[in-house]
T-cell receptor
């Protein structure tokens, strides 16, 4: 089982560039989410989805867009990258709503915005 | 707003010392509580979780946590740490459709 697959693992962007971080899971999980991890701030929820076609904002949604057209995929889009978005990004999934089951995390994407 | 607070940002212990990491949350309803661990260069792994029942929960690798509802706390403990416990530890609260994480505590265990 692949679990949760994130691509790319590393990315460098210039300010103003756009890109999409990919996330796919093969466990038929309904719940998927994106977090960013910054030193001293833990993991902060960016966006989450409780099923195909349903997304909602987390703690720090500004500057990011998501969509959930299929159960398997939950891409995160940066429309105009800013240095403040330099971070490590983790995608996660779980069955049901994610509140009673553990999250399965991807291996992360280290993003630098210059 | 709901939040999770971890009091210790960086803890340094010698091997065999006892560990207690504090976690408090600010949510008055029914909560589900988690502790995750992130070893250097790896992604997060679940240590233990509490949903209901016995407030003292045991997790992997000898870790345990106690839920004290009156104190809104869910502290993580281990009687005797090992060098391999060096990692970052995150407390999290499960709310409808999402998890909210604390800031994390970096544990460094000296051999």
């Amino acid at each position: 089982n692949a679990g949760v697959t994130q691509t790319p693992k590393f990315q460098v962007l210039k300010t103003g560039q756009s890109m999409t971080l990919q996330c796919a899971q093969d466990m038929n999980h309904e719940y998927m989410s994106w977090y960013r991890q910054d030193p001293g701030m833990g993991l902060r929820l960016i966006h989450y989805s409780v099923g195909a076609g349903i997304t909602d904002q987390g703690e720090v949604p500004n500057g990011y867009n998501v969509s959930r057209s299929t159960t398997e995929d939950f891409p995160l889009r940066l429309l105009s990258a800013a240095p403040s978005q330099t971070s490590v990004y983790f995608c996660a999934s779980s069955s049901v709503s994610g509140t009673r089951e553990k999250l399965f995390f991807g291996s992360g994407t280290q993003l630098s915005v210059l | 707003a709901q939040s999770v607070s971890q009091h210790n940002h960086h803890v340094i212990l010698s091997e065999a010392a006892s560990l207690e990491l504090g976690c408090n949350y600010s949510y008055g309803g029914t909560v589900n509580l988690f502790w995750y661990v992130q070893y250097p260069g790896q992604h997060l792994q679940l240590l233990l979780k509490y949903f209901s029942g016995d407030p003292l929960v045991k997790g992997i690798k000898g870790f345990e946590a106690e839920f004290i509802k009156s104190k809104f706390s869910f502290n993580l403990r281990k009687p005797s740490v090992q060098w391999s416990d060096t990692a970052e530890y995150f407390c999290a609260v499960g709310l409808t459709g999402k998890l909210i994480f604390g800031q994390g505590t970096t544990l460094q265990v000296k051999p």
